[in-house]
Structure formats: structure tokens, C-alpha cells
């Protein structure tokens, strides 16, 4: 058939790995557009033989690529990346037999981000299969935070998508050394974060008029968050993270509190943020308003923005706003950026385009 686009030789190869979810489909979306990398084949164990458009009706056109019942290490041979968009527990059981076979791995599950076997088993409720890959194997696959580091990588972590959102609207303090003691977080979520598989939570009629929370004090992200955040600077950080399921099919709002010595200049905080992200590509700070999801929907950016309060007991409260779309920069988008870091590649590459208004 006739391509809407010109086929041109591309200097890399990919393949995904569990294709058929909202995941694969953006990791997809994004690859058949990429001028650099080549999408040969998407293996799942769903939907084999049929065409990629038969479950994500967007790329009607747009390929010929069909799912693949392929093994993992059948669909990394020759490939320089693989892009692992399967569930969390699966990805782990998956990843050992692509060690192998030289290919680059990212992951978008949370099976190689945290570096602790029994933290993995507290919040994912199984026993690692690989735990000796989870110190130092896989890099966490946050660019503002970990970019020279995924540059060099074989394989990355990508974040999850509250962690990416959280982090962000954090980091400055982190790096600075202000962020100590609790803190809370609101983050509200749209319900693709969930999966493509259909379940209570997700039910259109439950959720369409409804917000609720899940896993208050609990949720699987917070062990990430801490551990990211201590590495950026803020040792001995708690975190106090409520999420709520929210009217939406994408998109993430997060609201974090922040207690900062009272010391510090206001002029000197707002600084920070802005010397943090002046030359990040994928994060902006809004100029005459506060982040808001429509903004970012559909795109990889995340936006950031933070409100100065009163001071209490010697700290001052900052409260922290990020957004950004789960999907994207919360989850295939970032899992791009870093593929194309660890390829030698432009990280912007397939990730600009600015989404649609409204």
C-alpha cells in the first residue's frame, strides 16, 4: 500500500514488545514517525496476525506491520532498542532473555526501577525473578535528572507516570538541598493510567461524573519518588501521596507540599526553578498562569509551577503544581526521549509537536 509519508534508510532499528496496549500504542504512534529509528516489528501476545490498526484505530494506514507471537529474544535479534511496553511482573519475566542478544532495552513497566528486591515485593506483590538487575543494571530513565547517565545506558528504567510528575515538581528543591521532612502530595489521574484492560475503576458511567481515591499512603510510585529524590539531593525525605481517579482519559495534576527553612529568600526559590528547567526541552513553567493539563494533553511536555505561602514554625510553605499527560511524558514519550539519548540521537526527536487547543 501507499504511505502517507516517504520511506527513507534509517540508521537504527526497534522493535516493541507488547504492542497492544495504550503504552504500545503511543511508543508505535511515535516510532513509525521517527526519521532516525525503523520499527520492524511489534510482538504481543494478543491480537496476533492482525494488523496494528485493528486495536489502535489511529494508525489505520499508516503501516503494514501486523502483531507478532513472537519470544522476546526472537523479537530483539538485529535490533538496536527494544521497547517494553508490557505490564508490571510481566516485564521481568520477559527482559532476561533479551540480555543476550546486545539489543538496548527500555522499559516502561516498574519491574528495574527500584534497586530494592523486598521494597519490589512490598509495593508489586511478587518476588523479583531477577533481582540481581535491579542495582545499577538499569538506569532511571529521567532525562531532566539522569541525562549523561542514560546517554551511556544498555538499558533504562522509564519512570512511572505520578513518579515523572512528582519528581519534577520537586527536583529544584531536591538539588538545592531544601527539600527535608514530609511531604504531601495530591496527584490527580486520568483513567488511561490504568491500562487498556476494562475494570471497575475505568467503567465510563463510575467515572465520567465521579472522583475518588485509591491506595491512599500506598500507591506502588511512592518508593520510586523517595528513592529518585534522595538521589537528587534530600536524604531522609518522606512522602505522604494520596492519588485520585479523576474524569479524564488522560492526564496527570499533582499538587505537593513542601516545607522550606524560612531562610531562604522567596526570590531565591523561584530562582531555582527556573535555572532548573531554562534549558529543558520537555519542561516549561508557565508565565502568567499555573500548569493545567489541557495544555500538556497529547504531548510530552510536563509544566511546572509553584505558589509561595506563609511561614509556620520557621519553614515556609511552597506549594509545587506539575502536569503532564501519563501517557507521554508520564510513560512512552519519555520511555522516546531516552531511546533516543542512548542512540546518540536529538531527545526532541518525535516529541515536539505541541498537542491541540482545546
Known sequence: MELPFPIMA??????????SGYGGAELIRRLLRHPEVELVRVASVDYVGEPLSAVHPNLEGQTDLRFEGIAPEDA???????????????SAQKAPSIFGTGSRIVDLSGDFRLRDASTYKRYYGADHPCPDKLDGVFVYGLPELNRDRIRAAKYVASPGC?????????????????LKGPVEVIGITGSSGSGIAPQAGTHHPARSNNLKTYKPLDHQHIPEIVQTLENAGAPGITLRFVPVSAPLSR???????A??????????????????????????????????????????YTEVGITLGDVCDGKRLVACFSALDNL??????????????MLGLDERLTLEDPGGWP
Open 259 to 300: 516545607h522550606v527553612d524560612a531562610s531562604v529568600p522567596e526570590a531565591r526559590i523561584t530562582e531555582l526553578y527556573k535555572e532548573a528547567y531554562a534549558n529543558e526541552p520537555f519542561v516549561r513553567i508557565p508565565a502568567k498562569r499555573l500548569p493545567e493539563v489541557v495544555a500538556v494533553k497529547g504531548t510530552n
Open 162 to 178: 505520578f513518579a515523572t510528575t512528582i519528581e519534577l515538581a520537586l527536583l529544584p528543591l531536591a538539588r538545592a538541598g531544601l
Open 328 to 341: 507521554i511524558k508520564g510513560g512512552a514519550g519519555q520511555g522516546i526521549q531516552s531511546m533516543n539519548l
Open 76 to 90: 530483539a535479534k538485529g535490533m538496536d532498542v527494544v521497547l517494553l511496553g508490557l505490564p508490571h511482573k510481566v
Open 10 to 19: 534509517k540508521r537504527f532499528k526497534a522493535a516493541v514488545i507488547g504492542g
Open 251 to 257: 492526564g496527570i495534576f499533582a499538587t505537593a507540599f
